[in-house]
């Protein structure tokens, strides 16, 4: 049977209720740990599922914040210092990165509290993760604020990248299984991948049958 | 061993190699087919693994386009009309939903050709997929540019939505697992999620031992 909602009957559902079914209906989402440092040298580490590829050359990833809601220590330092990470979040890591979400004062570490490792590594300001496999160091190029609902879109240059050799094919692609990498759903969902299609850029003139 | 790159190694990268590990590196992605019609009537249906969630109230969700590149009949439809659908890929019509990426003329519908159902239900403007088990129509309320690529995020603000009722949970969640919703990485491989994770709302008076 399927359910159906108008947007009446949407903005009349339960407050929570309606913040779930819309942070799960837009489907899987990256989990991903963002990785800062203040001026001061106060490292901060937090988990976001909004990472979102832009473009390939140049290097361009994005990242929806809400500077709005506390914590926004990730926010603050991306515009004091200008640098983050990107970390991917992998299966033997997913709780700790989790619990990174609790609003925890501007001066204690998530990665004191949470049990993860902060690596500096190739004069990248901004620390990774030593436990992510996969990593990357970008550099704040804009900001572009949505104002229908006070969020931010924060555009970041891929400057590092870090990964396990082993995962990437010959035509580049990494294989985000073999990583563990997971992804999300809604707020408090996790997901592992598993691998079960690949096809060949799509052409007009080899069309299979479907 | 890990690979390490930098940006100017990046950039020395062959084009397509460079292509498929920047758009793979950024993590899971989800699958979503968009639908959308001309106002002379044609349907137009594209894959895309762009699309964000930006918020629950207002339910809004974005889309990233690449207006410069060939096909760009969705975004023309967008436009013209101010009103798309997002559809969840699930496992068994991934292959369908890859090939509606071919470069089709606007006069063809890739309804047609890629074997898919358009459903018009609701007086929504513009088509859903019937076989997809998530639908979202949508109502395009913001367009903003992004300079640095030439790019665009489309936002839409939530009218409609269609689920399964068997896969939402007691708080609002949607199970992705049981809607068989895939999710992708890079342009051409699919992955299948299984839940191996649920944590409640982190509150820092209530850690985990990690």
Known sequence: MTQFYSISEIEKLDKI????????ISGLKPANLIGTKSASGQTNLAIF???IHLGANPALLGLIVRPAMVPRHSYENMRETGFFTINHVQKDITKKAHYTSAKFDKNISEFDVCGLTAEFQNDFFAPFVKESSIKIG???VDEIPIKLNGTILMIGKIEQIYFPKEIITETGNLELNMAESVCASGLETYYMPYKFAEFPYAKIDKLPQF
Do not use: E
């Open 17 to 24: 209720y309606r913040a779930n079914l819309i942070n799960s």
């Open 49 to 51: 599922s909004s990472v």
């Open 138 to 140: 970008l550099k704040l």
